[in-house]
């Protein structure tokens, strides 16, 4: 009571007097109320929130008068609840304290202590003692929100000490702020600056003294303790008990030796504070430039303060250290955190002493051991942390630190930059252009030459480091170390690397790291979870089918973008057995490092041609796939023994791993790749002052030249045909046999780098792909690999056929079709001749023309392969590959199509074309009879000359069209008779289009000839008789129908007059057929079974049959246009015809007249020398009537009277 | 030895409307040069094998009979025969042909035989094309020639003959069977006229009378060993099968006179060393001479009997290992040259073949046939010195 009084009247003099004596009057009621409640215990007492909310109303300056006043009953109460708390005091409490009440206590304690100075020395040793009892409880004693509590009094406590104003004290030694600082942690408490003046010590002097040395510590480590407390419980600790604590750590070491900032909630931003802690510690512990004499530089002048306990705490290090690493084994984010708190622990003991710690050599040298320790060993697990906020702090303590202790910390320094490496490449952009800012000032300073010596140590390092992180289980280990290489070898520059694959043995152990790295090996080394989740023959049935249903939809809805822009199509891509290892995003970086040595052998002033010296280690891969093939292929052995013998499949691997890596290098190359880099390792532009680090290629003549013969080099091996000859698909060889599906597996991948690979070529040469003649030997590969099996060799084709349109400016690939169609029908052209080598072409040929759709515009081109094609159908053909008829007969389908589509254009076209001419014929025709007789020179002739070529131009195409048609009718026709009922409802198809453009062509044809006769008609009257050349010029058409059925007659037509010999004479049976001919004539399209079936054949049947071969050649030399098909053959035919119609055989009398009538069409002097033959060689032997008789046909009222001069006519005279 | 079926073309050039007669590669430049029986002539490139340009050349009624380019042309000049009595040389410079001509021989010949430019050893083209680029060393080249003609006094009307440094551009002279086509003409490209004819026209009757039982001239090469002293050689295939090699310092009488055919001599090749050729003709016979400057002689070296008669154009590689023959049974054979074993049977043409030739640069070689395509072969690569 006598306290107040004296407060009140201390503080009359103020303002607000009203104000404060109401204000003390609340704060006296309540105060009161809390005494009494300390001896009385009160279940759920209404003054503890109401003493809170008057706390939080009330101005600190009026609050800062009743401070004391307020203070004593809350201690009261703190000290009764923490007594009542502690199990191992043994102090006899006369209640227990609720936690309600306890924690309203602390909260008021806070709210108060928040608002009001300390107003001396021994109050704020009374306030730390108290609160140390309470902070000293286990989480099993104590409530989590008491503990909590209890550490934000103390912050608010220590947070509230400011500096005096006494310029010769000792706080301010202090940094004043804190060095790490950042915009999240800037909540410091705004303290009223009230009162300051009132208390004569300096607090912040005090608690930097040596005699509060010891409660400093203590509260050091209690924080810790707490902290590790909470961590150690798992999922039940509080993260925020645990971010208080280090909050107040860094407050309390700030107070002490720097001052510090606050941050915001969460664990995350708990490791944040506890890095940024530590960082600070160390960059003032180990300060250069204040162990300069330590470090040798300078030495015994800077002797700071002795302190006795260096060596205990020094001790105390050392067992910590062991214990962190205890920690280890624990897994992966715990362990992170825990590792730092015991890093923490450790650290923060040591600067307990940093500020008394004599700096000696021995001194420093011991901390430093075991710092470097720590820090090497806990960095790396720092820097994978998933959150950001982390990692943007850690690159602030690295920076700091870096910058502070670069010699000191020697022994990490190769760690820290590594972690700076590492996060130049990070998710965040923030954390990224700040390492980024980081290296390029580390490279900028005096300090280069160390730091670049630094860095070509780190590059051995990680390269050896490398296969065993990728290949080993765990991926963000892997992605940092590959992170690492990346950056360093790119800030090392282009000289750097070009200069370490100088050397052979270097650069094939640089490669082999690789291949290793990027082979098919690490399939067995990520986690079976991946293995199986990416295993894609794994299931059968849909599942996979419904996959490939959404990548295709997937790549047609990127085709529709594609068509604006080309960076839909991401080439290359991640090999595919890669995904097994590790992420995209760990093959991106691989890759990176890859370009990186792509770029090196090209970038610099002076181009040795280096690379294609490199580039010969991975394609030596290559080229042993290659001749094991050959040899193979000459041995004449089959696919699965090859496949079988062990280390074929590792072959087939290495190559597809060596594909890999060149794709890489040379994309590298290209303006895609550098783009990206920039994009990821310049987020902030630098200007490329040193020409040493500069990646810029000077393309030059020579620098191109040197490329396309490396990109030369590579398709050349890509393109052996060795190398696509691998079978992809079970039914890819011929023979019955069983290759593991493994290895038509990695057939189908190797195909798909290599694919890649040409859209990687394209990419990098741009037009230059184009006239360095890679178009024309790649464009089929890839047309081909559409009709693949394997569905990733299509989708991989697909994508860069896009890729090649969209460079090379087509709208769509039908376009680039077109626009080579010369290559591609050149490639199917050499392909068709040797059919048995490429048994897909008709399939190839099909599948393109019907992908693409562009038939019709490559129409004249397709005149070559249409003939090899109707070749092949035809039955010699068809007999050597029976199971290509029908590809065949579909590439024709389309074929027709394309020829049908053009002649509906020819009528129209032609017909305009000779109005236009027979109008200015008449034209000039009248204009030049009006003029004079001599006006031949008005006749222009070019104007004329030209028409006339116009016309032959478009005959020409006309006949090309035609005769594309007719060839598709002739090959179709014949298996139209086919027992295969889709080959037959093709072929049926094929003349049905077919007939259609033969009367379009037909029209065309008119409509040329009415032009034709019109020029005939100028010529003629304007003389231009060497114009006349010209037309004539072209007239040369053969027709090929013809040329085929006389050539079918005389070859196959022997077993027609077969039938027709055998029948009359002697009883046709089977086996009469097959004593005589062993192989009847059977198409290829029959079956055997079924020519077997008829083995009995009646008289009468046979007889039918004869009579329908009578009829048939009566009808074939009847029509004008076929009877030619019978030239070659017709003596002979005409010849059994007049033998059978003279046999007396009643039954065929009728059709042989039939035909002998027909035949007399053709060549009536041969049918009366035959006959007449026939009636004297009768006569002979016995006297005959003059025909007509029974026995002799009627044969002057069938036949036409013979000519003129044959001879036959005389005979025919005598007969009349 | 293997049983691997011969190569197929790496790529076949298609365009042309007509037989294709004539093939020559461009001396420097990745281009080809090919002419067609209706007058029109191309260029490709053998890289993109792509037509480069077309043009008519000469006249459609007649056609291009043949086509050559050479170093001592000029990078950008080719030169063309057409069946219309003329040759004609060309500018290329923008990639096509020029619209009009350079210059127009009219030659008045209408007959088979193929004009020939001037051949000179591997070591002087080793040089030329050296030197392409500086006129200037070329011209001191050229000086030297004329020195070695003040040397050789007494020769008749030679002086015009001989490659002469005081002309700014370098004398190139061609090579055709005559108007008379008994004879053989050189033509001067630069003055545009006739130089000589062989055998000159002189009033020995007995002489002309020996040329004409020969008959027609069917094929003809210039060409200027090293041994002449720079003077042309002509050696000339006749339509009875006789072969005449001629030093123009004695356009009377041919240095010596063989008879390798037994029908008419369609083709002949002399190596770039000068020192030897092939000859083929419409017999089943192709043959392999040396020529032997000293005694001016040619004595036969390999006779290859050919299943099928008629071989209408050869051609040896530069570097004089490998030879060519297009034949009539539309195959193209290759021989070592120098052992005059045979190769390969190239078989891709669907019909007559017409004319072979081989790059400067010995990687590839064209083929050029009635079917009206011409077809790229790399066979036997050369070793290339890195």
Redesign the interface.
């Known amino acids: 009571m006598e306290k107040s009084v004296v407060v009140v009247r201390r503080e009359t003099n103020g303002d607000d007097v009203e104000g404060r004596e109401a204000l003390f009057a609340q704060l006296k009621a309540l105060s009161l109320e809390l005494l009494s409640l300390s001896q009385t215990p009160q279940k759920d007492p209404a003054v503890i929130p109401e003493l809170l909310s008057l706390l939080r109303r009330a101005p600190p300056s009026s609050l800062q008068s009743f401070f004391h006043y307020t203070l004593f009953p809350l201690l009261l109460l703190l000290d009764a609840a923490v007594a009542c708390r502690s199990e191992g005091g043994g102090v006899v409490v006369p209640y227990r304290v609720s936690d309600k009440v306890a924690e309203g206590v602390v909260s008021c304690l806070e709210e108060l202590l928040k608002k009001c100075h300390v107003g001396s020395v021994d109050q704020m040793f009374v306030i730390m003692k108290k609160l140390t009892s309470g902070a000293v409880l286990t989480p099993s004693e104590a409530s989590e929100e008491f503990r909590e509590g209890i550490i934000r009094c103390f912050r608010a406590m220590i947070s509230g000490l400011v500096p005096c104003s006494d310029d010769s004290c000792g706080c301010k030694g202090t940094l004043g702020w804190p060095q790490l600082s950042d915009r999240g942690d800037c909540q410091t408490q705004q303290v009223s600056e009230f009162g300051l003046e009132t208390t004569g010590e300096c607090l912040v002097a005090f608690l930097q003294s040596h005699s509060a040395l010891a409660a400093v510590g203590h509260w050091l480590s209690i924080l810790l303790k707490v902290a590790d407390a909470e961590a150690s419980r798992g999922h039940r600790g509080s993260a925020h008990l645990r971010v208080e604590a280090f909050m107040t750590l860094r407050i309390l070491v700030a107070k002490c030796c720097i001052a510090m900032i606050s941050g915001a909630a969460g664990s995350v931003d708990a490791l944040d504070q506890a890095i940024r802690c530590l960082a600070e510690f160390l960059m003032i512990v180990l300060d250069d430039e204040a162990n300069s004499s330590a470090l040798g530089i300078s030495d015994d002048d800077t002797k700071l303060q002795k302190h006795e306990s260096a060596h205990s705490v020094l001790d105390e290090l050392r067992s910590l250290t062991t214990k962190s690493q205890g920690q280890r084994t624990e897994t992966t984010s715990q362990e992170i955190v825990k590792i730092n708190n015991g890093q923490e622990k450790s650290s923060q003991k040591l600067s307990g002493d940093s500020f008394r710690v004599e700096r000696t050599k021995e001194w420093l040298e011991n901390t430093t051991s075991h710092v470097n320790k720590l820090l090497c060993e806990t960095f790396p697990h720092i820097l994978i942390h998933p959150a950001g906020k982390i990692r943007w702090g850690f690159l602030a303590a690295i920076r700091g630190l870096l910058s502070k202790t670069p010699r000191s910390l020697k022994g990490a320094r190769l760690v820290m930059l590594e972690c700076v490496c590492t996060l130049v490449v990070d998710d965040s952009d923030e954390v990224s252009v700040g390492a980024q800012e980081t290296l390029d000032h580390l490279f900028s300073e005096r300090t280069k030459y160390q730091v670049e010596s630094d860095i070509s140590k780190i590059f051995t390092r990680l390269l050896e480091r490398l296969p065993k992180v990728v290949l080993g289980n765990e991926e963000l280990p892997a992605l940092s170390v590959v992170k690492q290489l990346l950056v360093v070898t790119y800030y090392s520059g282009p000289q750097f690397l070009a200069d370490h694959l100088q050397s052979p043995i270097t650069a094939s152990r640089f490669l082999d790291t690789f291949a290793l790295c990027l082979s098919h090996n690490s399939a067995y080394t990520g986690s079976l979870e991946k293995l199986i989740a990416d295993r894609p023959t794994s299931s059968t049935g849909y599942l996979p089918s419904i996959t490939e249903l959404k990548v295709t939809s997937r790549s047609h809805a990127e085709s529709d973008q594609g068509k604006l822009e080309t960076s839909s199509f991401v080439i290359p891509r991640m090999p595919p057995w890669f995904s097994y290892v590790g992420s995209q995003k760990l093959y991106e970086m691989l890759a990176g490092i890859l370009r990186l040595v792509g770029l090196s052998l090209m970038a610099g002033p002076e181009n040795d041609g280096s690379l294609a010296v490199i580039l010969d280690i991975p394609l030596g891969f290559f080229r042993r796939l290659v001749s094991e093939v050959r040899v193979k292929e000459?041995n004449g052995e089959d696919w699965e023994t090859w496949c079988n013998r062990t280390g074929s499949g590792q072959l087939v691997r290495q190559a597809a791993t060596a594909a890999c890596i060149l794709n890489e290098m040379i994309f590298g190359l290209s303006e895609q790749a550098t783009d990206a880099l920039s994009r990821l390792l310049r987020k902030k532009s630098r200007k490329a002052k040193d020409n040493k680090l500069s990646w810029e290629v000077s393309w030059n003549k020579r620098a191109k030249t040197h490329l396309i013969d490396c990109v030369g080099k590579i398709l050349h091996e890509y393109q052996s045909s060795q190398v696509w000859d691998l079978p992809v698909n079970q039914t890819d060889t011929t023979d019955v046999e069983h290759i593991s599906l493994h290895f038509l597996r990695d057939t189908a991948m190797l195909h798909q780098v290599i694919i890649e690979g040409v859209g990687v070529f394209s990419l990098c040469l741009g037009e230059d792909f184009?006239?360095?003649?890679f178009?024309?030997s790649s464009l089929y590969l890839l047309l081909e690999s559409l009709t693949c099996s394997s569905f990733q060799v299509r989708n991989a084709s697909d994508a860069v056929l896009r890729l090649l349109a969209t460079t090379s400016g087509h709208p769509t690939v039908g376009h680039l079709v077109v626009a080579n169609a010369?290559?591609v029908?050149?490639s199917i052209?050499?392909q068709l001749?040797?059919l048995d080598l490429n048994p897909h072409v008709p399939s190839v040929l099909a599948a393109m023309l019907s992908y693409i759709g562009v038939a019709h515009e490559i129409l004249p081109?397709l005149e070559?392969p249409m003939r090899l094609v109707s070749q092949e159908l035809e039955i010699v053909g068809r007999q050597h590959h029976p199971n290509l008829t029908l590809p065949f007969l579909k590439a024709v389908v389309e074929i027709v199509k394309a020829s049908k589509s053009e002649a509906c254009l020819l009528p129209d076209r032609a017909k305009s074309y000779s109005d236009q001419v027979k109008t200015k014929a008449s034209d000039a025709i009248t204009s030049a009879q009006e003029k004079c007789s001599n006006s031949e020179d008005k006749f222009n002739e070019e104007e004329w000359e030209h028409i006339l070529l116009e016309l032959n131009r478009s005959k020409?195409y006309r006949r090309t069209v035609g005769s594309i048609a007719s060839s598709c009718l002739i090959s179709a026709t014949p298996i139209l008779a086919s027992s295969n009922q889709v080959s037959c409802l093709v072929a049926l198809d094929i003349i049905e289009e077919g007939i259609v453009t033969l009367a379009k062509v037909e029209e065309a044809y008119r409509a040329e000839t009415e032009t034709k006769e019109t020029m005939e008609e100028v010529i003629e009257f304007a003389s231009l008789y060497?114009l006349k050349?010209?037309m004539n010029?072209t007239d040369d058409g053969a027709d090929e129908n013809r040329d085929f059925f006389s050539r079918r007659f005389r070859n196959d037509g022997q077993d027609f007059w077969k039938l027709l010999t055998t029948s009359p004479f002697h009883v046709m049976t089977p086996k009469h057929l097959r004593e005589e001919n062993k192989s009847v004539l059977r198409l290829p399209y029959r079956t055997i079974s079924e020519s077997a079936s008829s083995s009995s054949i009646a008289e009468v049947s046979s007889l039918k049959v004869q009579a329908a071969l009578l009829n048939m050649i009566a009808e074939l030399s009847r029509d004008k246009r076929c009877a030619s098909a019978l030239d070659a053959v017709l003596k002979k035919v005409a010849g059994l015809v007049v033998g059978i119609a003279c046999s007396g055989v009643t039954g065929l009398r009728e059709a042989a007249l039939n035909a002998l009538r027909g035949l007399a069409c053709v060549d009536s002097d041969l049918i009366w020398i035959l006959l007449a033959d026939v009636y004297y060689s009768l006569k002979k032997k016995r006297d005959l009537p003059l025909p007509p008789s029974p026995e002799f046909p009627e044969i002057s009222t069938v036949l036409p009277s013979p000519a003129e001069d044959c001879p036959a006519r005389f005979l025919y005279k005598g007969m009349q | 030895m293997?049983k691997r079926?011969p190569p197929?073309?790496v790529?076949?050039l298609?365009g042309h409307?007509h037989s294709v007669m004539d093939v020559s590669f461009h001396p420097s430049k990745s281009l080809l040069f090919t002419g067609s029986a209706?007058g029109e002539l191309r260029i490709w490139?053998t890289?993109?094998?792509?037509t480069v340009s077309s043009a008519w050349a000469h006249s459609?009624?007649n056609g291009v009979l043949a086509v050559a380019a050479s170093p001592w042309l000029g990078e950008n000049k080719i030169i063309s025969q057409g069946r219309d009595g003329t040759v004609k040389c060309w500018d290329i410079e923008d990639g096509g042909l020029s619209r009009d001509p350079l210059l127009v021989l009219n030659t008045s010949a209408y007959h088979f035989c193929k004009f020939s430019l001037v051949k000179k050893p591997k070591a002087s083209l080793k040089e030329a094309e050296g030197h392409s680029k500086n006129r200037d060393e070329q011209d001191a080249g050229d000086t030297c020639n004329v020195q070695c003609t003040d040397d050789s006094e007494g020769s008749v009307g030679d002086s015009d003959l001989l490659q002469d440094g005081d002309h700014a551009e370098r004398a190139t002279y061609v090579a055709v069977a005559g108007e008379e086509p008994t004879e053989v003409e050189i033509w001067d490209l630069n003055t545009r006229s006739k130089i000589i004819q062989l055998p000159q026209g002189s009033p020995d009757e007995s002489a002309s009378a020996s040329t004409k039982e020969r008959g027609m001239c069917m094929a003809v090469q210039l060409f200027s060993p090293p041994e002449s002293q720079g003077f042309l050689h002509v050696l000339a295939g006749y339509e009875d099968g006789s072969t005449l090699l001629w030093d123009i310092r004695n356009p009377k009488i041919p240095l010596t006179s063989v008879r390798f055919h037994s029908e008419p001599v369609l083709s002949l090749c002399v190596a770039s060393s000068c020192d030897g050729g092939i000859s083929g003709g419409a017999d089943d016979k192709i043959v392999m001479y040396n020529i032997n400057h000293s005694t001016g002689s040619l004595t036969l070296r390999k006779e290859i009997i050919l299943e099928r008669p008629g071989i209408s154009g050869t051609s040896i590689r530069s570097d004089g290992k490998i030879a060519a023959t297009a034949g009539w049974d539309h195959r193209v054979r290759v021989y070592n040259y120098r052992k005059g074993s045979p190769l390969a049977i190239l078989k891709?043409h669907g019909a007559t073949c017409n004319a072979v030739s081989y790059s400067p640069d010995c990687e590839l070689m064209a083929s050029a046939s009635e079917d009206a395509t011409v077809a790229l072969w790399k066979l036997y690569p050369p070793h290339r010195s890195l």
């Open positions: 000459y184009a006239s360095s003649g178009l024309h010369d290559y029908v050149d052209c050499r001749r040797h081109l070559e020409r060497q050349d010209y010029a | 293997s079926p197929d073309p790529a076949v298609r409307r209706d490139d890289i993109q094998h792509r459609r009624a891709y």
